[in-house]
């Protein structure tokens, strides 16, 4: 079984934990924005996507090559300043059709957040949104920056790739649920 690794991103963060994971499992990585970024050539693939104003960068994507890759186990890595959980789920939920998210095994890998690289749109949107928080911790992370970039943070994706490549099954269908990032269903 062959895979491949397809990220979207906008400011580095996905680009080097796509490039970290790619090192780490083999696989070859190719930006979305690149011609040859074809998923229909794989078995499996793993889908790497920044989340900006709470979106996946990734969902355009998704949704033009939707027919190649939805019967396909996924591994998504999503890369924001949010930790796992109800919130950065419902963002996923929010990009992606639910039958994919419904199959995918989900890793949040904690990103980069550079205040001087934004354009002043949004650093506008990540003030008002600071401002709605009720978290005083990611309201600060939201008006100054953070930098969560951790190479560890992939090991369960070589893990889930390793698996999957030693069976016939999906990595879902190996990895045992505690364990497991994946998003609710919505």
Do not use: C
């Not at 994971?21 to 793993?46: H, M, R």
Request: hydrophobic share 40%; glycine share 6%.
């Amino acid at each position: 079984m062959n895979g491949a690794i397809f990220f979207s991103g906008q400011y580095g963060s996905t680009a080097q934990y796509a490039d970290w994971i790619g090192e780490a499992t083999g696989l070859p990585v190719f930006d979305v924005k690149d011609a040859n970024a074809d998923p229909s050539k794989y078995d499996f693939l793993i889908l790497g996507s920044s989340v900006i104003v709470y979106k996946l960068t990734i969902r355009k994507w998704v949704k033009r090559n939707l027919a190649s890759i939805e019967n396909k186990p996924i591994i998504l890595f999503t890369v924001s300043g949010a930790s796992s959980g109800p919130k950065l789920d419902g963002w996923i939920a929010d990009s992606l059709p639910e039958s994919l998210v419904s199959q995918m095994e989900h890793v949040a890998l904690r990103g980069r957040l550079n205040l001087k690289d934004l354009s002043w749109w949004l650093r506008l949107v990540l003030i008002i949104g600071a401002w709605k928080n009720d978290d005083p911790k990611a309201r600060k992370e939201e008006m100054e920056g953070f930098d969560f970039m951790d190479k560890s943070g992939i090991e369960p994706i070589p893990k889930l790739v390793q698996q999957f490549q030693s069976s016939k099954t999906s990595p879902s269908q190996q990895v045992d649920p505690a364990q497991s990032q994946r998003p609710a269903a919505v």
